[in-house]
Every structure is written in C-alpha cells, then in structure tokens.
C-alpha cells in the first residue's frame, strides 16, 4: 500500500478465545466493518459482512468468484476485497493462531508483518482450562462452535480431561502467544481477554474502540456462551486435574471454579 492507513486491524486469538464474539461486537458499530475468518477455508468463502454478503446471498456465482479470487491471489484479495471500508470508518477481520502457524499461511502472515499500519489486536482467554474445555466440548463432544440467540444450546455430559493433555496445551498457547506478540511487536498492538470482554461495563472494550480509532458506544451480540460456568458440574475428573496442577502455576485455573 502506497498511501499510509490508520484504520485497518487484524484479531488475533488462540480459538476458543471469545474471538467470533469480539467480531460480532464490533460489527454492531456503525463505524466498523468487522469480518470474521475471512481466509480459514481454502477453496470457498466465509466470514464476509456487509455489501460482499449481501451479494453472496443474493448471487452464488459471485461466491465462487469471491473463492477463486482469494485463493489465486490472497494478497490482492486482502487489500481490494476484505479492507474495502464499505462506507465506514474502519475494517478488519481475524486470523487466528492455528492458522497463522501453518505453511499455506506464510504469505499472507508475512505480508500483515509487513504492512505496519495494520493495527493488532490479541485477544487472549486469561484462564486456559476454561479455554481448553471449550474447545475440547466443541471438538470431541458436540461438534458446535456457536450459538446465536433463538438456537439451543447442546446438552452434555461431563467429560474427562486428561492432565498431560491440559498441560501441553496451556504450554502450547502461550508459547504461540508470545510467538505473535513478538512477530507484530512493530505494530500498533491492543491486548484484551475474554474476561475483560465479558465484565460488567466493559470498559477495556470501550479502550479497544479507541485503539481502532472510532466512536465510544454500547455494543451488541447475539452469540450465546455455551459452556457452563460451574467446571465441578462439567468437568467429571476436576478434583484429578486440580491436584494435578495444586503447586504449579497453573493452579489458579481452578480458583473459583
């Protein structure tokens, strides 16, 4: 890009971290044209908001050009399709880590390092057995990754969460996190969690608006949460994993369980 831009961002999250959420959210902002996983499936699209969707429900041809327009020349595709503003004031989409790790990735990864008006925002999820739970359940028990309002959240039963499993992957997270930290420490950089997300008045969300550079508002989402918040009640073995993880620390993963 030739000509310097102050309003365009990349969310970037561990899954299960709040992220469709944190898109839903913002694109309840006037101002904001919020995309979701934009290049996470090869061969289609998804994730478009705005007039491109409209457009896509309205024309199936115009998805299929959408698709082979991305896959032939995702760069192109990034700054023509996805950071067209639609008449806002800001745009932006989400990559998440699982993506940004893998090879077919390299490019449009080494392109937003590049681009240093993209402004970052990591979004993390501050208790990771809850993290892990969640994607655990949406994985291996119920295959469901979101709910909006009106749709039934899936009943389960409670399952077992192997220890050494729990461990690896909370290891695994946070070496990811301060892999991307570090990867995109010359930009604009914006951190909030899924607690903060989700605490009474939101205030770091309000500070997030301000870091994307358009106006302070309430926000709105139909997403529902749809683990429960008791991890006794869903978690069969807690008192294993609890023990487990008692002198190291992670043990305030379980502080008021």
Do not use: W
Not at 58 to 65: H, S
Not at 90 to 116: M, S
Not at 117 to 132: A, G, Q, S, T
Not at 190 to 215: H, N, R, T, W
């Amino acid at each position: 890009m030739s000509l310097y831009r102050d309003n365009i961002y990349v969310i970037t999250c561990p899954a299960r971290t709040g992220s469709t959420m944190l898109v839903h959210l913002l694109r309840s902002h006037p101002e904001i044209c919020s995309h979701d996983e934009v290049f996470s499936s090869p061969g289609t699209i998804g994730g478009m908001t705005g007039t491109y969707l409209i457009k896509c429900r309205a024309e199936p041809d115009f998805v299929n050009y959408l698709s082979a327009e991305k896959d032939r020349d995702p760069i192109k595709f990034l700054y023509k399709i996805v950071l067209d503003l639609q008449g806002k004031k800001a745009v932006g989409f989400k990559l998440k880590h699982d993506e940004l790790v893998l090879p077919g990735y390299r490019g449009l990864r080494e392109e937003i390092v590049n681009d240093r008006d993209f402004r970052i925002i990591h979004l993390r999820r501050e208790n990771l057995l809850r993290r892990y739970l969640s994607h655990y359940v949406a994985n291996r028990v119920t295959g469901v990754t979101l709910v909006v309002r009106g749709q039934t959240i899936p009943e389960m039963q409670p399952v077992v969460l192997d220890p050494h499993e729990c461990q690896k992957d909370f290891a695994t997270v946070l070496a990811r996190e301060k892999e991307f930290a570090q990867l995109f420490a010359e930009h604009p950089s914006f951190s909030v969690s899924y607690e903060q997300m989700i605490a009474p008045g939101a205030e770091k969300i309000q500070s997030l608006l301000d870091f994307i550079g358009v106006s302070r508002r309430e926000l709105t989402t139909t997403t529902r949460k749809l683990g429960g918040n008791d991890l006794r009640q869903v978690i069969a073995n807690f008192e294993e994993l609890r023990d487990y993880f008692a002198d190291g620390p992670f043990s305030k993963f379980f502080e008021n369980a």
